[in-house]
């Protein structure tokens, strides 16, 4: 079955700065990669996900890269905001339309 | 259109004893599935349902049983439950084709 590793665990970064979560998986099967934000006391909610036929997506300030051929896949978010302080999952989906999920990366912004 | 309900949102529970948490959506996906989040775990898959009257086991099914006898509801049954299921538990459901992987707001349970 699929594996999917997610790192750091926790990342602590001042107001304005850039953060990265890096996510590898291991079924090359995989080929829609979502990635999820979890506040505190909340369900986690879709923030931004990439098909296995693009390399990168935008959105405002949050990106998404995919690497197919490492099989790895990146979270950049730019010019942090406290609000942006949230556990952060990646997860990998393939033919079986059922995700495997990473551990989760706790994200902090401090203002 | 409310997405995934579960209730309730929070409990707490004897040793012994026995619940039933209630998963509801609307958006008539096809998949719905049951997971528990413990701190520095993730989130772990229960077990799932691919359609109306099918259930599967995930990555940690002991304790716990399901049952989708309706596609818009999926129940998550303790029989007899015991500390170790202190956790949040979130529903999810995702249709047969295309991304919308949309999670509930998740029921915290306590057992003593």
């Known amino acids: 079955g699929e594996n999917v590793e997610q790192h750091p665990s926790t990342l602590s970064v001042q107001e304005g700065d850039s953060a990265v979560i890096k996510c590898t998986y291991s079924?090359?099967?995989?080929?829609?990669f979502p990635w999820y934000k979890q506040e505190l006391g909340k369900g986690p909610q879709l923030i931004i996900d990439?098909?296995?036929?693009?390399g990168e997506k935008k959105d405002q300030r949050i990106a998404v890269t995919l690497n197919k051929t490492a099989k790895h896949f990146s979270l950049h978010i730019t010019e942090t905001q406290p609000e942006d302080s949230a556990v952060y999952f990646c997860?990998?989906?393939?033919?079986?339309?059922?995700?495997?999920f990473g551990r989760g990366t706790s994200l902090i912004v401090h203002p | 259109n409310a997405g995934v309900t579960q209730t309730p949102k929070f409990r707490v529970l004897k040793t012994g004893q026995s619940m039933t948490l209630l998963c509801a959506q609307d958006?008539?996906?096809?998949?719905m599935y049951w997971y528990r989040q413990d701190p520095g775990m993730g989130l772990r898959l229960i077990h799932y349902?691919?359609?109306?009257?099918?259930?599967a086991k995930g990555e940690v099914p002991d304790g716990y049983n399901v049952s989708r006898l309706k596609k818009q509801n999926f129940l998550l049954g303790l029989e007899s439950a015991a500390p170790s299921q202190t956790s949040v538990y979130f529903c999810?459901?995702?249709?047969?084709?295309?991304?919308?992987?949309?999670f509930g707001s998740g029921t915290r349970l306590t057992v003593v």
């Open positions: 349902s691919v359609g109306e009257g099918t259930t």
């Open positions: 999810a459901s995702n249709p047969r084709e295309g991304p919308g992987y949309t």
């Open positions: 079924d090359s099967a995989s080929n829609y």
């Open positions: 990439i098909r296995s036929n693009v």
């Open positions: 958006m008539n996906h096809e998949y």
């Open positions: 997860a990998a989906r393939g033919g079986s339309y059922i995700p495997t």
